[in-house]
């Protein structure tokens, strides 16, 4: 068992090996039935976690979710999009940078759970046709949503689903393009003074339960339909994403 002085003051002991938890399930949901698991793994965070940690924590777990498969296909990663997609990445950080310490805790809330309503419900984003500046654009707009939202891996699909690359390459450079966003972040974030420290244990133990999950993603079929998991794991992320509008409405009344 984990000493308590290893878990952050803000977290009960249940919520920290909830976390833990949730991140093999996340991994295992987006291994197993395509489900997204990043947007899970964000809508339960937010309800335990203090809303300025959320984005930075998140942000770790997903880094190393996305490492081991940059790592594995490495080798077919397209870096001349990369080249221009982490040169848009550098611009949007820097900006968002200037305003996340600004808002209101209850701001964050309510853009978390808007979003989070919208990835379940809303249209997903098609694919966009892109020339090396729309890929600095589109490299520059998703990292600066992702400094306040966290889950844009389905943005950031949309710029790399035109190129038509085959199924090595497109696993290889979206995974490169999600690790240097995310690691864009938590070096941002660092910068403006957000303590990791305390949370190293959890975002160690968060990364190690989602390397599990994706290695029994891999190995168990949902005996459920899809759409009908799907569907009850939507209604989930709906009443999570509504406690969370509530939370921030409730700090105005």
């Not at 966003?181 to 190690?208: C, D, E, N, R, W």
């Not at 992320?237 to 509008?245: D, E, G, I, M, V």
């Amino acid at each position: 068992m984990l000493p308590e002085s290893l878990i952050p003051e803000a977290l009960s002991v249940f919520s920290f090996w909830m976390l833990v938890g949730v991140s093999f399930f996340g991994s295992f949901l987006s291994t197993a039935a395509g489900i997204g698991g990043g947007v899970t793994l964000l809508a339960v965070m937010a309800q335990v976690m203090p809303p300025l940690a959320l984005i930075p924590c998140h942000g770790v777990v997903q880094a190393g979710s996305n490492m081991s498969r940059m790592a594995l296909f490495f080798k077919h990663i397209d870096w001349k999009f990369m080249r221009w997609f982490v040169l848009g990445s550098l611009i949007g950080v820097a900006v968002a940078s200037q305003l996340v310490i600004a808002l209101p805790v209850a701001l964050l809330q309510i853009m978390l759970g808007i979003f989070i309503l919208y990835s379940v419900w809303g249209p997903k984003p098609g694919s966009v046709a892109v020339s090396s500046k729309g890929i600095v654009v589109g490299g520059a707009l998703t990292t600066f949503g992702s400094m306040f939202v966290g889950a844009t891996g389905p943005f950031v699909m949309a710029f790399v689903a035109p190129f038509k690359y085959d199924r090595l390459t497109k696993v290889g450079t979206f995974s490169s393009v999600m690790v240097t966003q995310h690691t864009l972040k938590i070096i941002m974030f660092s910068f403006l003074g957000f303590a990791f420290v305390a949370y190293v244990p959890l975002l160690a133990l968060m990364v190690g339960a989602g390397f599990l999950g994706t290695l029994v993603g891999k190995r168990v079929l949902m005996k459920q339909s899809e759409a009908h998991f799907s569907y009850i794991l939507n209604i989930i992320l709906t009443l999570l994403a509504l406690r969370l509008l509530w939370q921030a409405f409730e700090s105005y009344l």
